[in-house]
C-alpha cells in the first residue's frame, strides 16, 4: 500500500475513533500558478529566481526549460517522475524571454496560525467552525499531504503548539522524542521554522460531550493572521447588535444558543440531529451551523449535573444579508430542549440574538415579545408625560424671554431635520469561505539538493 492510501485508510480510522482532523491547504510546488509573482507557471525560455535568503522545498510535476535559473541558499528540489529541467537559449513566446524574471513567491509566508490555510477533513455540509478553531486543536490530527511540498511557520515563542498527532512526508508522528528529530533533521527544517514550538501527545478526545479546543491563549495570533489582509480591522457587519461568539474573531450576525449538558449528552449526535431534522428545511437552508464545546465562566446555582466551566455553543450565522432564519432556529431549538431536553442529556439552553440589518426601519423580531410590549408601552407613557409637561414649560419660558419663536414664514431655511446618532452602529464580519481541497497524487518522487556550504549544518 503506497503513502496516498496509507494516508486514506489513516483518516477512515480517524472518522470511526472520533478524532479530529486538520488538513494543510498551500503548498510550495513548483508548477501551482500562485507561487509565482506573475501568478502563473514561468514559460519556457524564461529566468527563475528563488528568494536568496529562504530554505524551500519544492516539489517539481512537469518538464521544464528556463534560459537561467537562480536558486536559493539552502533548499531541495523533488521530481516526481518525468519531471525536469533543462536550458533553453530562446523562447518561442516572445513576451516570456523579454519580460521580468518569473519570482518565486517569499515560501515563509504560510502561517500555522492562519484559519485560512487549514481544512477541516470531517465538517459535514452546513455546518462550519468557530476562527479559533479552525486552527488544528490540541485533540486535532494534523496531515501534510504527501502529494505536496509545504512550509509551514511555526509562529512567536509564545505557547508550544500540541496536537494530538502530526502526518508528514508519508510518517504519523505520535511521540515527542519522534516528532523533536524530525524537526532537527534537514528535511524538518526546509518545511517548519520560527521560533516556535510544536509538540504531539496522545490526546484524542474520548469524551461523547465534546472536548474544549484549547486554542485560547494563541487566539490573538489567529486574528491577527487572519485579519492581516483587511489591514487588522474587522469589516462592517450587515445587522446592529451584532454578535461575537467565543473562539470567533470578529462579530457576526445570527444567534447563539447555550446548552448546559449533563452526562448523557453526545455531541455528535446533536450535530447529527441538527443536521438532519433541522439543517434539511427549506426555512434554514442559508444558515451556517456551529457546535463545540466552549469554556465559560461559572455560574451561581449552577446544577451540579453540568459539568462546570464548560458549555455547548451553538452558533447561527445569516450568510446572506439577515433574513430572520437564525432568529427561528434558534427558537425551534428552545421547543426542542424544552421537550426532549432530558433524553439528549441536555440540562438549559439560552438564546443570544443580533439585530436588525443595518438600513432597515424596524427593530421588528429582535427581542422577545415581552421585551417589545414593554418598550412600547414606556414610549408612549413618556410620549404622553411629555405632551402633557412640554406646552407649559415652552410657555413659561417664553413669557420669561429665555425662548422665542418665529413664524414658519419668517424663517431663514435653515434644515429642520436633525441627525440621530443612534442608528450609527459599527458591526463585524462573514465567516471567510472554506480553501479547497489539495490534489492527490501518486507519483514517485526523487530529489535534488541545493546547499550552501556557509549555512550547512551536519545532520543528528
Given amino acids: 500500500m503506497g503513502a496516498l492510501g496509507r494516508l486514506l485508510l489513516w483518516l477512515r480510522l480517524c472518522a470511526l475513533t472520533r478524532a479530529a482532523y486538520k488538513i494543510w491547504v498551500p503548498n510550495t510546488d513548483f508548477d501551482a500558478a500562485e507561487n509565482w509573482s506573475q501568478n502563473r507557471t514561468p514559460c519556457a525560455g524564461a529566468a527563475v529566481e528563488f528568494p536568496a535568503d529562504k530554505m524551500v522545498s519544492v ?134 521554522h520560527g521560533p516556535g514550538a510544536l509538540s504531539v501527545g496522545p490526546e484524542a478526545c474520548v469524551d461523547p460531550s465534546g472536548c474544549v479546543c484549547g486554542n485560547t491563549e494563541v487566539q490573538p495570533w489567529i486574528c491577527a493572521a487572519l485579519l492581516q489582509p483587511l489591514g487588522g480591522h474587522c469589516p462592517q457587519a450587515a445587522c446592529h447588535d451584532a454578535l461575537r461568539p467565543e473562539g470567533q474573531c470578529c462579530d457576526l450576525c445570527g444567534a447563539i444558543v447555550s446548552l448546559t449538558h449533563g452526562p448523557a449528552f453526545d455531541l455528535e449526535q446533536y450535530r447529527a440531529r441538527l443536521l438532519h431534522n433541522f439543517l434539511t428545511l427549506a426555512q434554514y437552508q442559508e444558515l451556517q451551523v456551529a457546535v463545540s464545546k466552549v469554556p465559560r465562566p461559572p455560574r451561581p446555582r449552577e446544577a451540579t449535573r453540568a459539568e462546570a466551566g464548560t458549555e455547548i455553543q451553538v452558533v447561527l450565522l445569516e450568510t446572506r444579508s439577515e433574513t430572520g432564519g437564525a432568529g427561528r432556529l434558534a427558537r425551534a431549538l428552545l421547543a426542542d430542549v424544552a421537550e426532549h431536553g432530558e433524553a439528549l442529556g441536555i440540562l438549559s439552553a439560552t438564546v443570544q440574538e443580533s439585530g436588525a440589518p443595518i438600513g432597515a426601519g424596524s427593530a421588528a423580531g429582535l427581542h422577545r415579545p415581552g421585551s417589545l410590549a414593554g418598550l412600547a408601552g414606556g414610549v408612549a407613557g413618556a410620549l404622553c408625560l411629555l405632551l402633557l409637561v412640554l406646552p407649559a414649560g415652552a410657555l413659561w419660558l417664553h413669557r420669561t424671554g429665555r425662548l422665542r419663536w418665529r413664524r414658519l414664514d419668517e424663517a431663514s431655511g435653515a434644515p429642520l431635520g436633525f441627525h440621530n446618532p443612534v442608528f450609527d452602529v459599527a458591526g463585524s464580519s462573514e465567516q471567510p469561505p472554506q480553501p479547497p481541497a489539495p490534489q492527490a497524487d501518486t507519483k514517485s518522487f526523487s530529489q535534488i539538493y541545493f546547499v550552501n556550504p556557509l549555512f550547512a549544518e551536519a545532520e543528528a
Avoid at 537559449?89 to 496560525?113: I, N
Avoid at 510518517?171 to 523533536?180: I, N, S, V
Fill in 59 to 192: 516539489l517539481v510535476r512537469e518538464d521544464h526549460h528556463f534560459l537561467d535559473m537562480l536558486l536559493p541558499l539552502d533548499g531541495e528540489f523533488v521530481l516526481a517522475s518525468g519531471a525536469g529541467f533543462s536550458v533553453a537559449d530562446t523562447s518561442s513566446d516572445l513576451d516570456c524571454s523579454a519580460g521580468a524574471p518569473a519570482l518565486f513567491l517569499d515560501p515563509d509566508r504560510f502561517s500555522w496560525h492562519d484559519p485560512l490555510l487549514w481544512r477541516a477533513g470531517d465538517v459535514a455540509h452546513g455546518f462550519f467552525s468557530v476562527d479559533a478553531e479552525r486552527v488544528p486543536c490540541r485533540h486535532d490530527d494534523v496531515v501534510f499531504p504527501a502529494d505536496s511540498s509545504f512550509r509551514v511557520g511555526l509562529g512567536p515563542r509564545a505557547r508550544p503548539l500540541r496536537v494530538s498527532s502530526v502526518w508528514a512526508l508519508g510518517q504519523k508522528f505520535t511521540r515527542d522524542e519522534d516528532l523533536a528529530a524530525f524537526l532537527a533533521s534537514r528535511a524538518g527544517r526546509l518545511r517548519f
